[in-house]
């Protein structure tokens, strides 16, 4: 273990360019890769007396300097946010076309950072039948998201099942759209409102109700991370196609929930749907 933190600890003392803005992503992997020796808990004797006092300084002192280039970067971003300039701080760490899979990555360690999601004070209830417990949609789907719906200010986005409100904060803060957050657990509805006013949001809307009777009207693009199944997705998307006889519409769905989605012959998917990549569906004529 020595040996590796050791040869780690070198390469990150030589590398002088790590201080550079344009570093942020991989300052956030070095960040996790010196947490893996456990250097992420300060005066850790155990890992100290395991790594051997001088390394275990030397990793810690790199370790804080990462935290704290990082935390400037993030408050950067936070008052481009607060001023209505965000989209383009924000949008310069979009990806390209995004690989698949639900793990996290550093994007989702940077919009954290950023954002600072508001957390529950305390565990929420145990989902229903037919719901499915929340998981926050990664970074890197969001980007996408974003980039293949090309969301203007004549949009509204509704996110059915929007959590902590990941999705309509990212798209409100890089776009011109309008986003509404419809949530069941009121925790969460509360932490998303607290989060959009930390940064002076005020084109994300959040809303406690259950999706199936949730005012649609007002959306022309609605987001589904596979929220519930079973007869309630039946219900929703019954609803979804009530709207989409009186206008077109766009679902996009990420998760199990899109291959149901892609059974409905009211809605035309732009590619073969795939549960761990985005797919957006538009509604036929």
Not at 128 to 146: G, K, S, W
Not at 259 to 282: C, H, K, N, Q, Y
Request: aromatic share 6%; glycine share 8%.
């Amino acid at each position: 273990m020595a040996d590796g933190l050791q040869t780690l600890v070198a390469e990150l003392e030589r590398d002088r360019s790590l201080a550079r803005p344009d570093r942020l992503r991989e300052r956030i992997k070095w960040l996790d890769r010196l947490e893996a020796y456990g250097l992420d808990r300060p005066g850790d004797n155990a890992a100290a007396a395991r790594i051997g006092a001088g390394l275990y300084g030397r990793a810690r002192a790199i370790h804080a300097r990462l935290e704290s280039l990082n935390e400037a970067a993030y408050a950067e971003i936070r008052r481009a946010i607060r001023r209505g300039a965000g989209a383009e701080r924000l949008l310069a760490w979009a990806p390209g076309p995004g690989a698949g899979g639900e793990e996290y990555d550093e994007l989702d360690v940077l919009l954290n950072g950023v954002v600072r999601f508001v957390q529950p004070d305390a565990e929420v209830a145990e989902p229903a039948a037919e719901m499915v417990f929340y998981q926050p949609t990664p970074a890197r789907h969001i980007f996408e998201l974003i980039a293949r719906t090309g969301l203007g200010a004549d949009d509204t986005l509704l996110d059915l099942g929007s959590g902590l409100g990941h999705v309509p904060l990212l798209a409100a803060i890089c776009t011109a759209a309008r986003t509404i957050g419809v949530e069941l657990e009121a925790a969460y509805v509360d932490c998303a409102r607290r989060s959009a006013g930390g940064l002076n949001i005020t084109t994300a809307t959040f809303i406690q109700a259950d999706a199936r009777a949730a005012d649609l009207s007002a959306a022309n693009v609605f987001y589904l991370y596979t929220p519930f199944t079973g007869t309630i997705l039946r219900d929703v998307l019954d609803a979804l196609r009530r709207q989409a006889s009186r206008r077109e519409i766009r679902v996009c769905a990420y998760g199990p929930c899109a291959t149901a989605i892609a059974r409905e012959g009211w809605l035309a998917a732009d590619r073969s749907p795939e549960v761990d990549r985005i797919t957006v569906f538009r509604s036929r004529g």
